[in-house]
């Protein structure tokens, strides 16, 4: 299998534009891997927000599919996956707030390296793989980035115990 190292499928698909997939593919599975572990958080008996819970481990799951898409892209583009070791995320938050605090950081670190790929890629005049970036991830990045910080200004507003974020809870789950 491993006979034949010069791969038919690779062309203008340069190192560095496949260093910065595979470490996109490790960043969404971190990412992945934190929002697990805040769904979990939230799901805990003395917790028991089960909105936040349900808003987490979807965001889990998306991150999961965007490390499958850049999987696959890389094996399109004849690259090799090398997946790196994922680090154990946090476990406890104090509150809603600071979990959602976390997140938006989370989301603008995986913006950051989205845009350092897309500069990548770019300065390799690879177009397939600007436009691969711009048509899946980028809009969808911002958007995640906008929806966070409107949830951050609403528990701000409710604030993070009691009646407030008990039904600012209820509302994620509708």
């Known amino acids: 299998i491993h006979k034949y190292r010069t791969m038919s499928a690779r062309q203008k698909f340069s190192v560095a534009a496949e260093k910065a997939l595979n470490d996109q593919v490790n960043a969404e599975l971190s990412a992945s891997y934190v929002y697990r572990s805040m769904a979990g958080f939230?799901?805990?008996?003395?917790?028991?927000?089960?909105?936040?819970?349900?808003?987490?481990?979807?965001?889990?799951?998306?991150?999961?599919?965007?490390?499958?898409?850049?999987?696959?892209?890389?094996?399109?583009?004849?690259?090799?996956?090398t997946l790196s070791a994922i680090g154990a995320p946090k476990i406890e938050w104090a509150t809603a707030l600071e979990a959602l605090e976390d997140a938006l950081t989370l989301e603008k670190d995986v913006n950051e390296k989205l845009l350092a790929m897309h500069a990548v890629a770019d300065n390799d005049n690879d177009a397939q793989m600007t436009d691969f970036i711009e048509g899946n991830f980028l809009g969808e990045q911002v958007d995640a980035i906008k929806e966070l910080a409107d949830m951050i200004t609403n528990v701000k507003r409710v604030g993070s115990e009691g009646l407030g974020i008990y039904l600012y809870d209820k509302e994620l789950q509708a």
């Open 42 to 81: 939230f799901d805990r008996d003395d917790v028991a927000l089960h909105g936040f819970r349900d808003f987490f481990k979807k965001a889990a799951e998306e991150e999961t599919e965007h490390a499958q898409m850049f999987i696959d892209y890389v094996n399109k583009r004849g690259g090799r996956v």
